[in-house]
């Protein structure tokens, strides 16, 4: 019996989409793959930490009946960091969950627009929760509220308005992407 | 009105789904005069709830073990000790991509990463070739109702929002997935055996040598699923504690004692398992805000009473809901349709009397089966694009395997007991 090929499965992740056109990274050059490794480490040491600290507590528990108070919760704050950061990154290249039901069967110029369109309302929509979410902030940082172990809790929501700040950009960036694309197809 | 049309406009245009869903619940704030800074109180929440650690522990373990050579190592075990029946390949598919699923989560990598092995290798063994890419597909999301898969650890989450009575218990709903989930296997396995009886079987003898060799060979991933599977089942684990448990391993075996992912390579498979946690949390979060909305504006209240008049008995009701869910399945992805009609329909199923745990796995049976209703279930454009066939094809190949398990889903709805006997 023959072994079955090998592959490295190497490609598409669970939210790619394939078959759609790969649409460009929002920005481009030397600057924005800096700061797409800059941020794939920094979520990268995130999952590192939150693994290690997870599996510490339930070793410490079982071996030794004892554990650190803040490695729960802070493990917690993690899941929404990871979670916001992850999501930052999957705006990169357009790659949030999304209902696809009419745009795959429209025309190439006409499918530009409606993008144009939609990155747009999700760049705007972004950017209204971000806004929100930085007064949430300030209000944290004037009551001065603590989390657990005395961190102040707008340290730690800090990363919502930061996240979806970023998000919008890149939202915007894509817009700017197709709205190029339109008028290049019509020339 | 009109504003919530445009929105619906806009979200089947293909604007992400976040976006909608803060939208919506930003816009039924505006309207309760409520402060817009809820919504950041409401995303916070995220790093209150103990059991959303495991949904990036668990994600991140599967993208490594799919990375790494495992997926081949998995092919070879389940080959050799259950290749050697009569449509032995065929139940290989269904038992290796059931267990893959299970730990990647339904999100299309079971059929790059399993697909890519077994299609050829059931081609090769003189399967027919519509019936191999119909299978392939199928096994695609197979697996989903079995411990420890996101989407049943997403409903768990979404239903506690909703405070119901009886309650919604994780380690329940695990329990629960587990008979309808070997039903799907079994009923597909009976039926790839007997539709593929005239096959000439061209699969190799059991032999001891190549089973022990396949065994050793899997040697480090082997305690994987029995440490994991047996800790939640047993209860000795807490959800969360298994996937830290999961990911450790995962990264020691994989980096560490394999080395099949280098330490530069870390970096990309960890952003990789991220952006699809990432994608699934945010919708989460912001979901968490229009629940909220969802339940004082009284949404489900109202929309019983309107159901009411017109749907008298469970049944009728639950005819209705397969219908419902399998439309719905096979448009929205299973984490959207979660977080946005979960809210909305379990108190209604909760006041026509069906337990919340057996609601779950009626959900995710149907949305199973969506992700391979044609015309635009998401493993359909998935396996054509994979292997390089017309998505016309892969719908007719795919028919008999959608009749099947259309029939199972049906069983699993109509039959409560089958989900609710291993639960306490």
């Known amino acids: ?187 | 009105m009109l504003i919530s049309f445009a929105l619906l406009l806009l979200g089947l245009l293909g604007t992400p789904l976040f976006a909608i869903i803060a939208a919506s619940a930003m816009i039924g704030f505006l309207r309760s005069e409520i402060d817009l800074s809820v919504v950041a109180i409401e995303i916070y929440r995220l790093a209150e709830m103990p059991v959303l650690v495991a949904i990036p522990l668990f994600t991140f373990a599967g993208y490594l073990l799919g990375e790494s050579n495992s997926p081949a190592r998995l092919v070879r075990l389940t080959r050799t000790w259950l290749g050697w029946m009569r449509g032995g390949l065929a139940i290989v598919t269904l038992v290796a991509c059931s267990l893959f699923t299970a730990f990647t989560g339904a999100s299309g990598v079971t059929i790059v990463a399993l697909g890519a092995l077994l299609y050829p290798a059931l081609l090769q063994a003189d399967y027919d070739e519509r019936f191999s890419l119909g299978l392939v597909t199928t096994s695609g999301s197979l697996g989903l109702l079995f411990a420890p898969a996101l989407p049943l650890i997403v409903y768990a989450v979404v239903a506690q929002q909703m405070n119901p009575t009886p309650p919604v218990r994780i380690d329940d709903l695990f329990l629960a997935g587990l008979i309808p989930g070997l039903l799907m296997v079994f009923a597909l396995s009976a039926w790839s055996v007997w539709s593929q009886r005239g096959v000439v079987s061209t699969a190799a003898p059991f032999s001891w040598p190549e089973a022990r060799a396949s065994l050793l060979e899997a040697g480090w991933e082997l305690p994987l699923p029995l440490v994991v599977l047996g800790g939640i089942y047993t209860g000795y684990f807490a959800v969360s504690e298994a996937a830290a448990v999961t990911a450790l391993y995962a990264l020691i075996i994989e980096v560490g004692v394999r080395r099949e992912i280098s330490l530069t390579r870390l970096p990309e498979v960890m952003r990789e398992s991220l952006v699809l946690v990432g994608g699934i949390l945010i919708i989460v979060a912001v979901s968490l805000a229009s629940t909220n909305y969802i339940i004082d504006a009284e949404i489900p209240t109202k929309l019983f009473e309107l159901i009411r008049e017109q749907v008298s008995s469970k049944l009728t009701f639950l005819i209705l809901l397969n219908i419902f869910l399998l439309a719905l399945g096979m448009m929205l992805d299973i984490f959207s349709a979660l977080v946005i009609v979960v809210p909305i329909i379990l108190p209604i199923a909760l006041s026509y009397g069906i337990h919340p745990v057996h609601l779950g796995i009626i959900f995710l049976a149907n949305m199973q089966l969506g992700y391979i209703t044609p015309p635009v279930g998401m493993n359909l454009f998935i396996a054509s694009y994979r292997f390089e066939r017309p998505v016309i094809e892969v719908y007719r190949a795919t028919i008999p395997f959608f009749v099947i398990l259309l029939i199972t889903v049906l069983v699993i709805t109509y039959w409560p007991a089958l989900s609710m006997v291993l639960v306490g």
């Open chain 1, 1 to 187: 019996m023959t072994e079955p090929p090998q592959t490295g499965a190497a490609a598409p992740a669970g939210s790619a989409k394939p078959g759609s056109p790969d649409p460009p990274a929002g920005g481009s050059g030397r600057a924005s793959a800096v700061l797409h490794r800059c941020e794939d480490i920094l979520l990268s040491l995130l999952l590192a930490a939150m693994i290690f600290l997870a599996a510490g507590q339930i070793l410490l528990r079982n071996l030794f009946e004892t554990g650190f108070t803040w490695a729960d919760p802070v493990v917690r704050v993690l899941v929404l960091w990871v979670a916001l950061l992850g999501a930052l990154a999957a705006s990169r290249d357009d790659r949030q969950i999304n209902v696809d039901m009419l745009s795959r069967w429209l025309p190439e110029r006409l499918r530009n627009t409606v993008r144009t369109v939609t990155c747009l309302a999700t760049a705007a929509i972004s950017a209204t929760v971000a806004w929100h979410a930085g007064r949430f902030v300030s209000e944290e940082m004037e009551y001065a509220t603590t989390a657990f172990s005395n961190i102040p809790t707008w340290v730690l929501a800090s990363i919502i308005p930061i996240a979806f700040a970023g998000i919008g950009l890149r939202y915007l960036l894509l817009a700017a992407a197709s709205a190029r694309r339109v008028v290049a197809g019509g020339s």
